[in-house]
Every structure is written in structure tokens, then in C-alpha cells.
T-cell receptor
Framework: AQSVTQLDSQVPVFEEAPVELRCNYS??????LFWYVQYPNQGLQLLLK??????LVKGINGFEAEFNKSQTSFHLRKPSVHISDTAEYFC??????????FGTGTRLLVSP | DAGVIQSPRHEVTEMGQEVTLRCKPI?????LFWYRQTMMRGLELLIY????????DSGMPEDRFSAKMPNASFSTLKIQPSEPRDSAVYFC?????????????FGPGTRLLVL
């Protein structure tokens, strides 16, 4: 079965520093990968997705992710974070027809 | 364009009462998903519909939970009778089988508290 693992439950970082949130997937077939962000008391917002094509995917709010098939990873990066990026970030993979399977989430804490 | 609309946004009820959560998907989307989010279990898919037909309800916890999609623009998730362990945030999401294939867009969620 397809699944994703988010290795870090929480990532503290200072404002304007770079950040990487890690996601590894397991799949024996073609993969479709997503990153969603959830701000406090809000729904999930799509940050970016990899369906096919270029392995470097750019999303909203300055985030990007790289699909690495050999390392089965889809890490999320931002070169310079802001206080407003404080949120929970979820990596997800499509399995079967359209079922999204989510990781356990990584809480990004940006401090001044 | 309006996104996925859910109502109510918050619901507080007593154990044993019936709870009905509502969802309006994005216009033109033909797949609809119900998720539940808790601290203990994270985000779980409960059920999803394609063209108003339930495709997979293996995530529905038990018979107390039921979901319907009478038309392309409306779905309900009902819990009867409700129990304290049903307290969670319930999300609805929708997607299209054409255009942005496989991309699900989420509503703001319904925060349910069962006392």
C-alpha cells in the first residue's frame, strides 16, 4: 500500500532562515504527491503537487519541492521563512483511484 | 469562484443526538470526499463519491455513520447516535476527473464536539 512518512513532527526555525520539511513515500507504482498547509483552525490549503514532468515543483507562498525517485522523497523547501508560515504541513500521496493518504504532519514554528 | 462550502462550522451536541454535517463541492467537480481529523489518528478518509455514487466507504467507523450525495452539489454526513469519541474536525473535499486531475480542494471543516 502507498504511504508517506514525515520524519519530523516539529521544526523550529528563525524568521528569514531556510527550511526543509521531509517527506518519504512508499509506492510500487506511479506516484502523485502533494503538500498541503493547515493554518490554525482552518482547512487544508494546497501548496503544491507533483503529478508528472519536472521533478522540481514550485508552489504558492515561495515554497518548492523536489521529487526524487531514487530516494523516494518529496521534501518541501523554502529559502527564507516568515512568521506567517507558522502552520502544520502535510505530505500526501494518491493511492488507488483518488484516495489521498496523509502523513502525520510537521508543525513549522517560525520565531523572530 | 467559491471553494468547498461546509456547514455548520461548529457544532456542539450531547451524546446520543443526531448530527448532520453538510457540504457543497466546487461547481463542476464530480468527486467528493469526507475526512475526519483527530489528534490521535490524524487525517482519515471516511468515504468518497464519484458522480454522486459512493465508491469507497471502508473508512466509515461504524454503522452510526452514514453519508449521502443526492445530487452533484450537495452531500451530508450523518452521525446517529453521536458519541464523545466522534468529537473531531470533519472536512469535505472535492476534485475533478478532468482538468486538475487528482487534486483535491478542502473546505474549512466542521468542528464537532460531542459532550
Amino acid at each position: 500500500a502507498q504511504s508517506v512518512t514525515q520524519l519530523d513532527s516539529q521544526v523550529p526555525v528563525f524568521e528569514e532562515a531556510p527550511v526543509e520539511l521531509r517527506c518519504n513515500y512508499s509506492s510500487s507504482v506511479s506516484v502523485y504527491l502533494f503538500w498541503y498547509v493547515q493554518y490554525p483552525n482552518q482547512g487544508l490549503q494546497l501548496l503544491l503537487k507533483y503529478l508528472s514532468g519536472s521533478t522540481l515543483v514550485k508552489g504558492i507562498n515561495g515554497f518548492e519541492a523536489e521529487f526524487n525517485k531514487s530516494q523516494t522523497s518529496f521534501h518541501l523547501r523554502k529559502p527564507s521563512v516568515h512568521i506567517s508560515d507558522t502552520a502544520e504541513y502535510f505530505c500526501a500521496v494518491i493511492t488507488g483511484f483518488q484516495k489521498l493518504v496523509f502523513g502525520t504532519g510537521t508543525r513549522l514554528l517560525v520565531s523572530p | 469562484d467559491a471553494g468547498v462550502i461546509q456547514s455548520p462550522r461548529h457544532e456542539v451536541t450531547e451524546m446520543g443526538q443526531e448530527v448532520t454535517l453538510r457540504c457543497k463541492p466546487i461547481s463542476g467537480h464530480n468527486s467528493l470526499f469526507w475526512y475526519r481529523q483527530t489528534m490521535m489518528r490524524g487525517l482519515e478518509l471516511l468515504i468518497y463519491f464519484n458522480n454522486n455514487v459512493p465508491i469507497d466507504d471502508s473508512g466509515m467507523p461504524e454503522d452510526r455513520f452514514s453519508a449521502k450525495m443526492p445530487n452533484a452539489s450537495f452531500s451530508t454526513l450523518k452521525i446517529q447516535p453521536s458519541e464523545p469519541r466522534d468529537s473531531a474536525v470533519y472536512f469535505c473535499a472535492s476534485s475533478s476527473s478532468i482538468g486538475e486531475l487528482r487534486t483535491q480542494y478542502f473546505g474549512p471543516g466542521t468542528r464537532l464536539l460531542v459532550l
